[in-house]
């Protein structure tokens, strides 16, 4: 099992940590996401793949808009919570494994709208790995279609290198959760540890790696009409309320 899946495996009981409130934030996104669908000519009548899902947190909260979404993941762990999370909400939507570098091997149809939210390309840890995810993607996006990703400000980011993350302090009628990441950069790369410290009742401590490629909005803009895309723009958190930045590409 390659080091993407042990990290979201591993997290998948505990990703839901890392918001104050889960479930208020899988609606907070959805109606953020919904917003971007409708101002590009798309209604809940769209069919969704969120082919990074999760623990569900886009694919639950646009169900439950209406929306008909398939899930799917490269994490069976995370599909498990996200099953069990949907169940749990009384939303229906389908899950599927798959890894997003090769989605025609899970689907053969296409979809109206794909996304990728969460910084989940950033996995990707080469410029040749990123171009197989992205013709990937663009390859189940039916044509007139979108594709709709978030990954972190790196154009920022790699001016500095910073070797941490702000900490997210949550406080809850039960206690604190802190949760941080520490990164070790090589060049364009760097590993991540996530750490998630729980003093609702009794303090845990809990820490997960993985690794990422600082992708440039330049070189994802470049891969996308690549791929054959027509259209891409970028929206920033200012406009559009999400913690990063969103790419909209239309095939």
């Known amino acids: 099992m390659d080091i993407i899946q042990s990290f979201y495996d591993n997290m998948a009981s505990q990703y839901d940590k890392?918001?104050?409130?889960?479930?208020?934030?899988?609606?907070e996104q959805a109606t953020i996401l919904d917003r971007?669908?409708?101002?590009?000519?798309?209604?809940?009548?769209s069919r969704i793949l969120d082919c990074a899902c999760g623990i569900g947190t886009q694919a639950i909260g646009l169900a439950s808009l209406g929306y008909q979404v398939t899930a799917s993941d490269i994490s069976d762990g995370e599909l498990s919570e996200a099953k069990a999370r949907a169940e749990s909400?009384?939303?229906?939507?389908?899950f599927e494994h798959a890894d997003f570098c090769a989605?025609?091997?899970t689907f053969s149809e296409?979809?109206?709208?794909?996304?990728a939210m969460d910084n989940a390309l950033p996995h990707m840890l080469t410029r040749e790995a990123l171009e197989s995810a992205v013709r990937s993607i663009i390859g189940q996006t039916k044509e007139g279609g979108l594709f709709v990703?978030?990954?972190?400000?790196?154009?920022?980011?790699?001016?500095?290198?910073?070797?941490?993350?702000?900490?997210?302090?949550?406080v809850?009628?039960?206690?604190?959760?802190?949760?941080?990441?520490?990164?070790?950069?090589?060049?364009?790369n760097y590993h991540l540890t996530q750490y998630i410290i729980?003093?609702?009742e009794t303090l845990q401590i809990s820490k997960f790696e993985c690794e990422y490629r600082a992708t440039r909005r330049e070189e994802l803009t470049k891969l996308l009409f690549g791929s054959g895309c027509n259209e891409v723009n970028w929206k920033f958190p200012e406009e559009t309320g999400f913690y990063q930045p969103i790419v909209i590409a239309r095939k």
């Open 89 to 94: 909400q009384s939303v229906t939507l389908r």
């Open 18 to 27: 890392l918001f104050l409130d889960w479930s208020v934030t899988t609606k």
């Open 36 to 45: 971007i669908f409708n101002a590009n000519g798309f209604s809940i009548n």
């Open 172 to 188: 809850t009628e039960k206690g604190k959760r802190v949760s941080f990441q520490t990164w070790v950069w090589q060049g364009n």
């Open 149 to 170: 990703a978030s990954i972190r400000d790196y154009d920022s980011l790699l001016q500095e290198k910073p070797p941490y993350s702000p900490p997210y302090i949550h």
């Open 103 to 105: 989605l025609s091997d």
């Open 110 to 115: 296409q979809f109206d709208i794909v996304i």
């Open 198 to 200: 729980d003093d609702e």
